[in-house]
């Protein structure tokens, strides 16, 4: 399933970071990054990003010559979403800047979604 420009935008420190982590992977051509979002942590959901193989019912794009999967499930809660590299003092990570994120924990590992987002994703999707 194709998904609309601009679903989830990666910066080109992500998308290079990426690459060198598929060139490294013996399977890169059948691989794509995944962006999913799992319940959990004191505000609600976490992000989960992984090297993964599409499955039938993801959304699936292209960006920077990165192939990017989204289940059905999290696109609604990523949807605008932008995957950055960050390497500084707190150490190096993926992390996504989400701008349908109204609250988050202290410690940044989880969050909480506008609760219109969901619906407004679902019928933009």
Excluded: W
């Excluded at 420190?13 to 990054?33: C, H, P, R």
């Excluded at 996504?96 to 979604?113: D, E, I, K, R």
Aim: negative net charge; charged residues 20%.
């Amino acid at each position: 399933m194709e998904t609309a420009e601009g679903a989830i935008n990666l910066t080109d420190k992500a998308a290079g970071k990426i690459k060198d982590l598929l060139a490294a992977n013996e399977n890169a051509s059948e691989q794509a990054l995944r962006v999913a979002v799992r319940g959990g942590g004191c505000s609600g959901f976490q992000y989960a990003l992984a090297l993964d193989q599409a499955k039938d019912d993801d959304h699936v794009f292209e960006h920077q010559g990165v192939a990017v999967v989204v289940d059905k499930v999290s696109m609604q809660f990523v949807f605008g979403s932008e995957v950055d590299f960050v390497d500084g003092l707190q150490g190096a990570g993926f992390v996504v800047n989400n701008p349908n994120v109204v609250a988050a924990c202290g410690c940044g590992s989880s969050f909480q979604v506008r609760e219109d987002a969901a619906e407004r994703a679902t019928a933009g999707a």
